[in-house]
């Protein structure tokens, strides 16, 4: 059945495309049908309103039917963009109707992959790829709430930029993508330090650096920084070792530690040096945001399949201007705000909530570091970030009572360190106090 079906189509866009109005055949169809019009014109209306609106129609009338959009609708919703490109019988405002009522219906069920489709059918409509975003946002906060260790967070993370850079291969002018996609691959390259996986996570702070821009992940680049060069000292410790001792062997964690040092960054490096990285700043630095604006959607979901009365509508009048006018349409039009409204509010708070988690994040894994390097001073610093930092959802309260008393304990030692140094108290000093008496009051009575 769609063999035959295929082949009637190819054929009306092949027709359509050979031939400009000019031959005998289109005026004299406009004329068997009462048509006051000349042949170009006639052929003009019939490609649009009686192919394309086919094919649209075809497209929501089979959604409607239960089939995957990404399936045989698809066939359709792509004869309706080929109609558009190669003989643009719309303008600006009726293409971008006439696209979001299938976007809104396809969506639906196709969600990422359909509005990736969309964007590469509709490179004009820049608000598929604005929409697309949303929904990785929403997936990635769902998500990273859920995971409880580093390898399931490390999944959701490259599942996410999987995700965000097919919506970047169809819309590389989308800034969305960019700051996703560092932000993911920065979270990553901490997780991996914490890990001990030194080489992986300099990579990644790599990455991150071509799709955020350097200066926004160069505070961490420097810590690995330190902590490359502390591993180097050790390593070049064992070798003078090593030489001092004839016969003397490395260890397989010698061998493990000596290898890392040498090797470290040279993932990064190759990284920074490819072509890919390079033409990725590039678009990078050429973004932009994605405009916003609610998608357009068809009355009852189906757009007609044929205008019968010809000549009471005005070439080039808006396709959907008389619902949208009409009382009905003014019932959608609360329908279509409530959702926008409902869409909104879902998607900052899934960006909230990433933030807020990657904050959380941040924070402990400097309080780690200070503790076990026993600098006293960041360490209070961090205990301070850590519970100042907003938490999300399902997080657990424990870990607040848990580093209130480090912050304690650690304030003891920074206080007996900073008597026995002696001198007067500095504004630095006090401040640091200052913050412990307001952040642990704070905890112990419960923040919310």
Known sequence: MWDKADYYREETLRALRSNDGTSGCWTAGAQALGFAVDGPEFRRRFAREVAMDSY?????????????????????????ARLQKELRL?????????????????????????????MRLFPGQRVYAGLAMQQVHIAAARELQAAVNAPTRIAVIKKTTGAAEKVRNAAPWCADCYQ?????????????????????????????????GPGTVAATRDQLDQIHAALRQRAAHINAQLISKPGAQLTSEGRQLVSMADNATKDAERWEQSSEAKEIAALRDASEASPERDLIQARDGVTPLVRTDATAKAPGE???????????????????????????????????????????????QRVDKAVAAGMNAEALDALGDFLAAPKPLHFDRDQDTEMAQ??????????AARAQKGGSISEEDRRRISRFKELVEDASGGRQ
């Open 56 to 80: 649209a129609g075809l497209f929501l009338g089979q959604l409607q039917a239960g089939l995957k959009p990404m399936e045989r609708p698809m066939v359709n919703f792509e004869a309706t």
């Open 90 to 118: 719309l303008d600006d405002d009726e293409e971008r109707e006439l696209a979001d009522a299938m976007v809104a219906a396809g969506s639906k069920e196709g969600g990422g992959d359909f509005l990736v489709e969309a």
């Open 180 to 212: 996703l996609i560092g932000m993911m691959e920065h979270e990553r390259a901490i997780i991996l330090a914490n890990q001990k996986e030194l080489r992986a996570s300099f990579e990644a702070i790599a990455r991150a650096a071509s799709y955020f």
């Open 318 to 364: 808006p396709r959907f201007a008389d619902w949208l006018g009409s009382h009905p349409g003014r019932w959608v039009r609360r329908q279509v705000a409530a959702a926008a409204i409902l869409l909104v509010a879902t998607v900052c708070f899934s960006g909230w909530q990433i933030w807020a988690a990657h904050s959380v994040s941040s924070a402990r």
């Open 406 to 415: 480090l912050y304690r304990t650690t304030l003891a030692r920074w206080a």
